[in-house]
């Protein structure tokens, strides 16, 4: 009896050390498992603070001026606008006046040589232009 007693009880030691043995490696395992997920989240939070970073940089007046002004090409009033034109757009045309070459260019007559609120007062006013 007393050697069944000693042989049960090395069964549950042994049972008792598979046991504890098993959940200690399992235990190691969440440990890694969570450093992990601990340094994953520290990475993220680091992207985060970078976003931010960024985000607040980009709202920032500097650079919202410095957008509008080069892709929107806006100015501030008092500004000097110098507009770059090529040598070939630069030159002249050659002969006659400015405003024959204009109306020959664009193919307009006298009537839109007039400004715009002639034509107005004219339609308005039922003054028939055509007819001179």
């Known amino acids: ?16 050390a598979f046991m504890y043995g098993r959940n200690a490696l399992r235990y190691r395992e969440l440990q890694n498992e969570l450093a992990k997920m601990d340094a994953n989240i520290a990475a993220v939070e680091q992207e985060k603070e970078d976003i931010d970073r960024e985000f607040d940089e980009s709202i920032s007046p500097a650079v919202v ?21 090529s040598p070939d757009a630069a030159a002249p045309p050659q002969g006659g006046s400015p405003s024959e070459l204009q ?30």
């Not at 109306?103 to 040589?113: P, V």
């Open 1 to 16: 009896m007393r050697q069944a007693a000693i042989f049960m009880g090395i069964v549950a030691l042994a049972i008792f």
């Open 65 to 85: 001026e410095d957008f509008v002004r080069k892709v929107l090409n806006w100015v501030r009033p008092g500004d000097e606008v110098i507009v770059m034109v």
């Open 103 to 132: 109306n020959s260019e664009t193919g307009t007559d006298d009537k839109s040589s007039k400004a715009k609120w002639q034509l107005w007062l004219e339609l308005l006013a039922g003054e028939n232009s055509e007819a001179e």
